[in-house]
């Protein structure tokens, strides 16, 4: 026991001696564990949201029967059913519009619902009597409430002015949806006996089948392992992971330097306990359990940090994906045990990847070996040539898997493969980018200096391959996403063509409002607009009716069309399809295609496809008449109105005073945009906080890089000063090796983000979004980052060139006194 | 009586204020304390009219009908079988058709043999159909159980029926017969519960004969034997101190049938009562004082000591027996749990019924 203290008080006197080491490693290992853990909170935190959502009485978790038509049923299938032993629970569900907002509503009966497909002790501890009794409850999430800026108790009308029962606030409801008893969502929605879906219950027993009780009018379906949400969401939770997986790889970068090298300087040491009588495996015991403690200390300290980040980018998160896919995620963290666990447990994991080979060469230690401090880099150096052979196998793999695969996962392996190869591949290239530069000349110092850059390639490779990978992803990122802003600008002037947007609060106030602005000179057109929403493709997809006018023919972008293609949509046997729909269907121009409506099936053919950014959902564009004959209970309260430009503030202030609609019903053209902007913009400042982050991360692994060499190049740096080279000049010089690798590095970054660039804009966006983006390359943004590449090798260069400036001279004589 | 109103009351309660959470059940009581204004009230001297109060009376706060079976195999194996309906409003209102009927229906079943007990529960909703009792043609339903006059049915021996329920791991259809018209319990069908004078109507069928199937996962078996049937409705809350009951509906020998209960009070006092049914179907209420009732062997079940079996004694009457059980784990698992299950009895006189306790 005494002889264990010793050697690990021995062992760990090092990291006494080493406090810059010692810093080094702990700041990898807390770089890498709060960055994947920050992710990893960000992803569970909207998980939770969409399981509470999913949850909510009956969403895709639990098995339902629903009318093949995707349409509501009558409520006689249900007694039906139930008279046959079915344990089935009737809802009603539909949008309506509160205080201007949409709002899921969905009617329930609390008696039959299954306790596994609710939280049924929500109701109960709400009192189901007061639930169902007159006048009811309307139950509602605190996030809602907000929303809507009601008030527990109040009594909101809807759009049809139906007046809800009194809102009673759940902690535990999804966001976005309000519960009332089945019989008051009849009234509400004026659809008596009827019913959009039964959920059924786990309670078994003698049933007969479904087709004996209900012929064909209902269909079953089966419960999702994955809901809507999760499907729509989760490129989008990919990407996140992605960039996590990122910074946690180049995070372990720093701890594989500084680890390595801790472990060769204490080579020395272990010999000497071993000949001191300790046995082979005391010392590696005691080096992995120092590990596994700090791996600890500093997965405990990362987490803090993940924590934080996850906090302060939540609010962006939470904004995108309910902009993008009208998730509801509460802008509170609250995260599970598990994922303190998993991210202690990543740390360690990570830890002893990255110390792997240096404790194998620990145990394999021969006893009488000769301490050789730095015979770690010439062995890396070997081992850097295989890498050149694994380089080329990971390409080849990219390559194949771009070839033959069709996923978004296969896009993100594509990406993988491309850095991993990229790094992999990097310290080759930069040794013959050297090579070639040592052989270019014949001057002894400029030879010294391309010869030594190439010795301290080794040390260096890792915090350059960290570069490579930050500087690539951010070119491929900041590329993307400016195309994207482009194409949006554009796309968005040419969708918004309308210089107000007004949605009635029903449908009396939208006929009286047409009445209304029939009568005002200057209103030069009124844009009626339509929405209905279908099952196609298993699937719900958006039919969008709009009218027949020049400002659509002339504004809106279409992507390919067929010539007549408006003529084809006003006379209703044309549709426009958006891209996601195309490619999700396969739809092309001229196709037939056939929608099932509540009056029938309507087959329109394609007649062109236009793009629809940020919308989740496949749309079909067509006329409006056509699409109030097929679907007539389609609500017509939007609409768009064309004004001169000068008028657009006298109209909307004429408009608001009249019909008293506020901000969230009448908007202007430039605010929609604004507020579109805004969307975009939240969904891409996580992706570049994340990768100013990485950046970040990149630049530390340099610095400490750096300075574990720095006190390693004396032997290389004394035998120059000592032929006359001012200490000045060799500070000069060591910086302007530095920058030269970083330098080539960026360059070879370059090349490399746009190829991560256009896998992005190519695989992963259309898999992802369903949408693809014309590739633009930006100069002025090559160069800024080629800059602030350049800036960080700089800054990381700056304390070890300090250092030797500062460096007394007896220290440079001590390399010719000292037995090495 | 009042016995088994409180623990259907309660059970009712729970009916309505979600499934199985004790705050619920501790709502549903206090929602039957606090308002019985509105609903209509039980007088002494009102006569029951057939066939229309075998129907629903929605005007009443709360309401059953309570079958209890105690059958036999060829080879003279016991067993039990229970279906229940039970009915209660959630507010005053005689409306009942739509969903904004205010009430709700619960069913109970159950078989019982000498080493399995199975039960089961379901719920519904009144007005849409799903649950529900006409008096004529008779018939009372919730879910796929049902008991339903057959041809030739009389509403004065609410016979014959047919009676199935099923569940998961059991199931049952019987045929019921009767011969003997239905009996009047308490005073003329006015049934008083507590000296405090809640009451309720209730009048019962104890002559049925069955004959029909039970299954107990899945094995079939053929089984005769008598049935008794309960109806009760009323709309008086209990008293909060009365904890819970002790229910007996016994077959005597030669076709005679007592029906008796004891009601458990807070302050260690008993409220008994009871009717003794001759076989000519004169029906006789006991005095309180005339009935013994006494613990002489307790089961440990769910967490719960559970008196299962009993001496009574009703010296008057001149009958000492001792009760045991078929099962005494007869245990209902049901949201609201209680045990209900057959007996069987020995002493001044033999035979079989059923015993139903709650609030232990």
Redo the contacts between chains.
């Keep these: 026991m005494r002889r264990a203290l010793w050697v690990v008080a021995v062992l760990l006197s090092h990291w006494r001696r080493h406090p810059l080491q010692f810093a080094t490693l702990m700041i990898g290992l807390i770089a890498a564990t709060a960055l994947w853990s920050g992710v990893q909170a960000l992803n569970q935190q909207a998980r939770t949201s969409y399981d509470r959502a999913a949850a909510a009485f009956g969403g895709t978790r639990t098995p339902m029967l629903v009318s093949p038509s995707g349409g509501a049923f009558a409520q006689q299938l249900f007694v039906d059913l139930r008279r046959a032993g079915w344990p089935v629970s009737p809802v009603l569900e539909a949008r309506v519009q509160i205080e201007g907002r949409s709002v899921r509503l969905l009617g329930i009966e609390p008696v039959t619902m299954p306790p596994e497909a609710s939280a049924a002790a929500e109701i109960g501890t709400a009192g189901a009597q007061a639930f169902i009794a007159s006048p009811g409850q309307a139950l509602i999430s605190r996030e809602t409430l907000t929303e809507l800026g009601l008030r527990d108790g109040a009594t909101p009308t809807l759009g049809n002015g139906q007046q809800l029962p009194p809102l009673k606030l759940q902690a535990a409801l999804a966001p976005g949806v309000i519960v009332v008893d089945i019989g008051i969502a009849q009234t509400l929605l004026a659809m008596p006996d009827q019913l959009s879906r039964l959920l059924i219950g786990k309670a078994k027993g003698p049933r007969p089948n479904l087709e004996s009780v209900t012929g064909q009018q209902l269909r079953l379906v089966q419960p999702e392992s994955e809901t809507d949400l999760e499907r729509l969401t989760d490129s989008f939770h990919l990407n996140l992971t992605a960039f996590g997986l990122l910074s946690f790889v180049v995070g372990l970068f720093i701890v594989n330097s500084a680890i390595g090298l801790g472990f060769e300087q204490r080579l020395p040491m272990l010999r000497t306990l071993r000949a001191c009588g300790v046995s082979a495996r005391q010392p590696n015991a005691v080096l992995v359990l120092e590990l596994v403690m700090i791996a600890l200390l500093a997965g405990a300290v990362g987490l803090v940090c993940g924590y934080v980040i996850a906090a302060l980018l939540l609010p962006d998160v939470a904004a995108s994906l309910r902009g993008l896919y009208g998730a509801q995620i509460p802008g509170q963290l609250t995260l599970k045990p598990e994922w303190w666990l998993a991210g202690l447990a990543i740390s360690v994991i990570g830890a002893l990847l990255a110390a792997a080979s240096s404790l194998l060469k620990a145990v394999r230690l021969p006893l009488l070996a000769a301490a050789q401090p730095y015979a770690w880099q010439q062995a890396q150096h070997r081992w850097l040539r295989l890498q050149g052979g694994g380089a080329l196998l990971v390409f080849a793999t990219a390559a194949l898997v771009l070839w033959f695969g069709d996923s978004l996962i296969a896009g993100f392996i594509v990406l993988a493969a491309l850095l991993l190869g990229a790094a992999l591949a990097l310290p080759v290239l930069l040794g013959l980018v050297l090579a070639v530069g040592e052989r270019s000349t014949r001057r002894p110092l400029l030879r010294w200096f391309w010869a030594d850059s190439r010795l301290q390639l080794s040390g260096l490779s890792l915090a350059l391959m960290a570069l490579l990978l930050a500087l690539a992803v951010n070119v491929g990122v900041g590329t993307m996403v400016e195309s994207f802003s482009r194409t949006f600008v554009g796309w968005l002037d040419g969708r918004l063509s309308s210089e107000i947007y007004l949605n009635a609060a029903s449908e009396a106030q939208a006929r009286e409002i047409r009445t209304w602005l029939a009568q005002r000179p200057d209103v030069q057109a009124v844009l009626p607009g339509s929405q209905a929403e279908i099952q196609f493709g298993g699937a719900p997809v958006q039919i969008n009716g709009l009218p027949d006018h020049a400002t659509f023919r002339d504004q809106w972008p279409l992507l390919d069309a067929t010539p007549d293609a408006w003529d084809r949509v006003r006379d209703g046997d044309g549709a426009l399809v958006s891209e996601q729909l195309s490619r999700r269907m396969q739809l092309t121009l001229g196709q037939s295609v056939t929608l099932p409506t509540p009056t029938g099936p309507w087959t329109v053919q394609v007649a062109a496809i236009y793009a629809d950014y940020g919308n989740p959902k496949g749309q079909f564009t067509v006329n409006i008449d056509a699409l109030l004959s097929h679907l007539p209970d389609s609500p017509q309260t939007r609409m768009g109105l064309r004004v001169a430009p000068e008028n657009i503030a006298v109209l909307m202030d004429a408009i608001r005073a009249r019909f008293g609609l506020d901000g969230r019903n009448l908007a202007d053209q430039a605010s929609v945009k604004k507020e579109s902007l805004g969307i975009f913009n939240r969904t891409f400042a996580v992706t570049s906080a994340l990768n100013a982050f990485t950046l970040g991360v990149a630049g530390v692994a340099l610095l400490t890089s750096l300075l574990t060499l720095s006190n390693s190049r004396l032997p290389q740096l004394a035998p120059l000063w000592a032929i006359g080279l001012t200490r000045r000049q060799l500070a000069g010089i060591e910086l302007m090796k530095t920058m030269c690798v970083a330098l080539i590095t960026a360059l070879l970054a370059l090349p490399l983000g746009l190829l991560v660039a256009w896998c992005l804009i190519a695989i992963v966006n259309v898999k992802a979004f369903g949408w693809r983006l014309p590739f633009h390359v930006f100069p002025l943004q090559l160069v800024a980052l080629l800059a602030i590449a350049l800036l960080a090798a700089l800054v990381a260069s700056l304390l070890p060139i300090l250092k030797l400036v500062r460096m007394q001279p007896a220290d440079l004589v001590r390399v010719f006194a000292n037995e090495r | 009586m009042s016995a088994r109103l409180t623990r259907r009351s309660f059970v009712s309660g729970l009916?309505?204020?979600?499934?199985?959470?004790p705050?619920?059940w501790a709502?549903g009581f206090a929602?039957l304390g606090s308002d019985a204004d509105g609903f209509a009230q039980v007088v002494p001297g009102r006569a029951l009219s057939f066939p229309a109060d075998h129907g629903p009376h929605p005007a009443f706060r709360i309401e059953w009908w309570y079958l209890t079976a105690n059958l036999a195999d060829a080879a003279g194996n016991a067993y039990g079988a229970q279906w229940t309906l039970f009915r209660q409003a959630?507010?005053p209102g005689t409306r009942d058709n739509?969903?904004?009927t205010?009430q709700?229906w619960m069913g109970h079943a159950a078989v019982t043999s000498a080493t399995a007990h199975r039960s089961?529960e379901?719920?519904?909703?009144g007005g849409?159909?799903?649950a529900g009792v006409t008096p004529t043609p008779f018939h009372a339903?919730i879910?796929?159980w049902e008991m339903r006059g057959l041809d030739g049915f009389s509403d004065m021996t609410v016979a014959p029926l047919h009676v199935t329920a099923?569940?998961?791991n059991f199931?049952y259809r019987f045929r019921l017969d009767a011969q003997q018209p239905l009996v009047l319990q308490g005073d003329a069908g006015y049934s008083r519960k507590s000296e405090r004078g809640q009451a309720s109507y209730y009048y019962s069928q104890p002559y049925f004969t069955a004959a029909g199937t039970l299954a107990i996962d899945g094995n079939d078996i053929a089984v005769t034997g008598r049935a008794w049937m309960d109806r009760e409705y009323s709309s008086q809350p209990l008293a909060s101190d009365q904890t819970g009951w002790d229910w007996f509906s016994l077959h005597l020998p030669e076709n005679e049938k007592l029906m008796l209960f004891r009601l458990r009070q807070k302050d260690g006092s008993h409220y008994f009562a009871g009717n003794w049914i001759t076989a000519d179907g004169r029906s006789e209420q006991l005095a309180a004082n005339a009935i013994a009732m006494t613990p002489t062997a307790t089961t440990d079940i769910a967490d719960r000591r559970i008196p299962t079996a009993w001496r009574i004694a009703i010296a008057a009457r001149g009958l000492h027996i001792e009760t045991v059980p078929l099962n005494a784990r007869s245990w209902m698992a049901t949201s609201f749990a209680y045990w209900e299950g057959p007996v069987r009895f020995s002493g001044s006189h033999s035979g079989v019924g059923y015993l139903e306790m709650t609030g232990y």
């Design positions: 009916a309505i204020t979600g499934l199985g959470v705050h619920a709502q929602g959630m507010a739509g969903w904004a205010p709700i089961a379901t719920f519904g909703r849409i159909g799903q339903w879910d796929a099923s569940a998961e199931s």
